[in-house]
């Protein structure tokens, strides 16, 4: 399995401003990954983070809107910037370990 | 376009009384099935990863099984506990390996 955690846990934000979370992991993996989950949709994959590589988006995420670090190889951020009130979701990191993959508990945002 | 369809949406039980979600798939080519549980303000916990048609895994009250067009998640005898939204996401071959395209859920009550 895989202990990872998130900070913070929650947060409250206004339009235009950013946000970084942070990601930790028990173990160290060659890849993370950010998922969004907006309220009633799918879980949907924004990028894979590397180590000492530019992450890679998906369709429809853009690095200037999601930043995205990996200094490490259990630590990553996404920054979600410049925030509307679109962007009021959970955000999830995620491992995976072979035939398993493991979530973090979740972000929770609100952009007023 | 891969695609995961989950029904129901929502279903309620009664303790003791047996059930089964469906997740359905089409997708170009399927390199794993998942399960996870999540319950509210949590992130997914990981259940189970399936492979290939005729596949079975069980966990207590849980049994996942596969077809070559969908996935059953088998409850016997549910207990309040197993209140929670249950997810199935696929990994497909061409995709990137953390990319999992989710459903989006069906949320189980039980009731005691």
């Known amino acids: 399995s895989a202990v990872i955690s998130q900070k913070p846990s929650r947060d409250i934000c206004q339009r235009g401003t950013s946000l970084t979370i942070q990601c930790q992991v028990d173990?160290?993996?060659?890849?993370m990954f950010w998922y969004r989950q907006q309220p009633g949709q799918s879980l949907t994959l924004i990028a894979t983070?590397?180590?000492?590589?530019?992450?890679?988006?998906e369709s429809g995420f853009v690095i200037d809107k999601f930043p995205i670090s990996r200094p490490n190889l259990t630590f990553s951020t996404l920054t979600v910037s410049n925030m509307s009130p679109e962007d009021s979701s959970i955000y999830l990191c995620?491992?995976?370990?072979?035939?398993?993959?493991?979530f973090g508990p979740g972000t929770r945002l609100t952009v007023t | 376009e891969d695609q995961v369809t989950q029904s129901p949406e929502a279903l309620r039980l009664q303790e003791g009384e047996s059930s089964s979600l469906n997740c359905s798939y089409t997708?170009?080519?399927?390199?794993?099935l998942f399960w996870y549980r999540q319950d509210p303000g949590k992130g997914p916990e990981f259940l189970f990863t399936l492979y290939s048609a005729g596949e079975e895994k069980e966990k207590e009250r849980l049994k996942a099984t596969l077809t070559k067009k969908e996935s059953f998640l088998h409850i016997t005898a549910p207990k309040p506990e197993d209140s929670a939204t249950y997810l199935c996401a696929v990994r497909v071959h061409g995709g990137s390996q953390g990319n999992l395209i989710f459903g989006k859920g069906t949320k189980l009550s039980v009731k005691p």
């Open positions: 983070a590397n180590q000492g590589s530019e992450a890679t988006y």
């Open positions: 173990s160290q993996v060659t890849m």
């Open positions: 997708v170009s080519g399927l390199r794993g």
């Open positions: 995620s491992v995976d370990r072979g035939h398993e993959q493991y």
